[in-house]
């Protein structure tokens, strides 16, 4: 009886093990900007949806890990694989600050409209692309206002996961804030003088880091959207998503984007990190960055392959 059993268990498991998988390496371009990328997909001889992820802040790469930061989620990847074993195509690319050949023209002039002309190109490279019947464009984390700033006829549902529903300036206060009532303010100063000087003449020594003198075209570029606005004009069908364990973005930003567009979809799911991980405790929430193999939460998958596929 248990070899029967067994027999039929391979008997169901086998058009899995058989499915093929396609994957192709790609640059767009963008000016003097490269942008590698891998899509990928099942064979399966039919037109398929197409997934094209933006990523968050930061150096990210097309797996979901930042060099110098030792960041080994592998997040986008997981995710890529995951959603190619529901038929369901992916793009994914190294982000600009992700690519050695382009730093040196980042560090001459970067603003944040430039991540959104690289999702441009990407979507105008796959717009005609005979292989796909429709375009979601995913944005997550910073890529989730990216994404809606981007938005075309070309694309036809719009995903945001955990994506700020505020402007990076409250943000980053009230981020600084949870550690340091005096620092926020310092933070909240140098905003407003940026603001109206477009420089900062004597930056605090610990928000260096952010408040660097490169990074002021960035942060004005960056700061002068606000998400909320943005979701109010989006036309599409949209799903929105954030997880409980997320400790970078609040269940409140989602609610934000949401009350922006009460027409979307909000999933709010439980267990789930800013990098889409599911997580039961803190500490498995802070291992989980340098840690692949944390697993994606079950329940992201099933929301978006069923939004994609409705």
Same mark, same amino acid.
């Not at 206002?145 to 036809?156: G, H, K, R, S, V």
């Not at 490169?214 to 004005?220: G, P, W």
């Given at each position: ?38 899509? +990928?997909?099942?064979? *399966? ?8 992820? $933006?990523?968050? +802040? ?12 030792? $960041?080994?989620? !592998? ?26 050949? /382009? ?63 505020? *402007? ?8 600084? *804030? ?5 620092? *926020? ?17 004597? $930056? ?10 490169? !990074?002021? %075209? ?14 109010? %004009? ?7 998503? /954030? ?6 973005? @609040? ?16 999933? =709010? =799911? ?8 599911? $997580?039961?405790?803190?500490?498995? /929430?802070? @291992? ?23």
């Amino acid at each position: 009886m248990k070899y029967v059993i067994a027999c039929i268990a391979l008997f169901f498991t086998l058009p899995f093990f058989a499915q093929k998988m396609v994957s192709e390496t790609l640059t767009i371009k963008n000016g003097k900007i490269i942008l590698p990328g891998i899509l +990928s997909y099942p064979d *399966s001889g039919k037109k398929l949806p197409l997934v094209i992820f $933006v990523h968050g +802040s930061g150096n990210i790469d097309r797996d979901g890990n930042q060099a110098g930061i030792n $960041v080994k989620a !592998n997040y986008i990847k997981s995710l890529a694989d995951t959603l190619n074993r529901k038929y369901i195509a992916f793009f994914r690319y190294d982000k600009r600050t992700a690519v050695p050949e /382009n730093i040196k023209l980042l560090i001459k002039d970067m603003i944040y409209d430039y991540l959104v002309e690289d999702v441009k190109k990407v979507i105008a490279h796959f717009k005609n692309d005979i292989r796909f019947d429709k375009i979601i464009l995913m944005g997550h984390s910073q890529g989730s206002l990216t994404a809606m700033l981007a938005l075309n006829d070309a694309i036809d549902k719009y995903i945001s996961l955990a994506g700020l529903g505020e *402007s990076m300036e409250k943000t980053i206060i009230r981020q600084i *804030s949870a550690q340091s009532k005096e620092l *926020s303010e310092t933070a909240r100063q140098h905003f407003e003088e940026l603001r109206k000087t477009d420089t900062i003449r004597e $930056v605090h020594p610990f928000l260096m880091a952010l408040f660097a003198a490169q !990074n002021h %075209k960035f942060i004005q570029s960056y700061n002068a959207y606000d998400p909320v606005e943005m979701m109010g %004009k989006v036309n599409i069908p949209t799903l929105i998503i /954030n997880g409980d364990a997320d400790s970078q973005v @609040r269940i409140k930003d989602a609610k934000l984007l949401h009350k922006a567009k009460p027409d979307a979809k909000l999933i =709010i =799911i439980p267990k789930m990190n800013h990098l889409l991980k599911e $997580v039961n405790s803190i500490e498995e /929430n802070q @291992r989980s960055y340098y840690d692949e193999n944390y697993p994606l939460s079950s329940v992201l998958v099933k929301e978006v392959t069923d939004f994609i596929k409705q």
